[in-house]
């Protein structure tokens, strides 16, 4: 496998062109050709499953690169996600949705190769996820603003390094909520699909993963500990509030 | 989640305003309540949102997974997948079960003399020893008595069961 970088893509933050209802018409046609491409493939159509896997194949990358943060890792997870696809194809239930079947495979080994890297044991405790990142914990989402340019945001070095850190420090289940809303744009749902959860736990999830990411930032920024209160409550409170 | 509200709304309700996920029914109703602090907390999560996609998905790789594509293209479709693992199948420890409880059925069922006053009875029990397993079974018939002690494999001649 070859990669190689090229030019930064336009910012994924950009409306798509013709509005939601466009974008939706095109997420049902999408639906519709990966079903009939599906029913070829568990038919014995080879070829229909490699379209398959090429229609996916940036995404699947994507998300194994944002979970794991290095490209060779997530090129390797990939490949193990197509073989394990085409392995498991007769089991794929037909109505469901391929890119979430991909990409739950593909998040699961990621986890994986999470678990060997940082050589403990993972578990998707949402108590455990929430110690886990080890971040003062606010009691709300914080209603500070880092105050950045945006424009310049990846030409902050500090403000780069502490991003860095911080995702690192991110639990697992944290990370991957995180990962399929921030940079893959899923719905609650759809994510909900993804991890083998449910809503409840998605926003739970979500919101704790936010607030992390909120305190470490701002302690970084020199915000002391303006957002730091007692972690136990929010454990408690995620607990509680799944659905 | 912790229900930390501000102006009547919630911190969940306004993640899930700010991630698309409410009818517009709902998003009317959040929207004539937003105030200074809500709007402060919306911004923040965008900034955040706006960090999080620049980091993570900063470069877009040319792929080239062709070699792995053709590979699976030239594999044949698996039919049918196992619901879960199961345990291996082990062909020596399962002959030698067999064969153990024929001869046990063999030696209990055996025809008898019609004029003699029989007794049947067995019991099999399970030894362990230095690592190998043996099964023992002691056969009652009329007042006879047999012993048959089947050697089993050692634990470690059946390979690792995953």
């Known amino acids: 496998v070859q990669i190689a970088m090229q030019p930064r893509i336009p910012h994924m933050l950009a409306p798509p062109p013709g509005g939601a209802d466009a974008a939706a018409a095109a997420r049902e046609q999408a639906r519709e050709e990966d079903r009939a491409l599906v029913r070829r493939a568990k038919e014995g159509d080879r070829a229909a499953f490699a379209t398959l896997l090429r229609r996916y194949e940036r995404r699947v990358f994507h998300v194994a690169n944002a979970m794991l943060r290095n490209a060779d890792d997530a090129k ?97 289940a944290h990370r991957t909520v995180l990962v399929l809303r921030e940079v893959e744009g899923l719905a609650y749902q759809e994510m909900a699909d993804v991890v083998g959860c449910s809503i409840g736990t998605i926003m739970s999830r979500l919101f704790h993963a936010r607030k992390n990411m909120q305190a470490y930032l701002l302690e970084a920024q020199g915000g002391g500990k303006v957002v730091a209160h007692a972690l136990a409550d929010a454990e408690g409170a995620e607990e509680g509030n799944k659905s | 989640m912790k229900p930390e509200t501000t102006n009547g709304i919630s911190d969940e309700l306004l993640q899930r305003y700010f991630d698309g996920e409410l009818s517009p029914n709902e998003r009317a109703q959040v929207e004539a309540r937003l105030d200074g602090d809500a709007r402060l907390k919306l911004d923040a999560l965008g900034e955040m949102r706006v960090l ?79 690592g190998t397993l043996a099964s023992v079974f002691q056969i009652e018939n009329g007042g006879e008595h047999a012993t048959v002690i089947w050697n089993d494999a050692t634990p470690s001649s059946q390979g690792e069961v995953p």
């Open chain 1, 76 to 172: 390797d997870v990939c490949q193990e996600a197509f073989w394990k696809a085409h392995n498991a194809l007769a089991s794929f239930d037909g109505n469901a949705q391929f890119f979430t079947w991909m990409y739950r495979i593909t998040v699961n080994l990621s986890i994986d190769y999470l678990r060997k890297r940082r050589g403990e044991r993972v578990e998707f405790d949402d108590a455990r996820a929430n110690g886990e990142d080890g971040a003062a914990d606010p009691t709300g989402l914080s209603p500070r603003r880092l105050g950045f340019d945006p424009h310049q945001a990846l030409e902050d070095v500090e403000l780069r390094k502490h991003l860095t850190a911080a995702i690192d420090k991110l639990s697992p």
């Open chain 2, 52 to 130: 999080f996609r620049a980091e993570l998905s900063p470069e877009t790789p040319a792929l080239d997974f062709s070699s792995t594509f053709d590979a699976i293209s030239h594999a044949p479709i698996v039919a049918s997948v196992p619901a879960a693992r199961r345990r291996r199948f082990l062909p020596m420890s399962a002959a030698g079960g067999l064969m153990a409880a024929a001869a046990a059925l063999f030696l209990f069922l055996r025809p008898v003399a019609p004029t003699m006053n029989v007794q049947n009875a067995a019991s099999v029990e399970m030894l362990e020893a230095e």
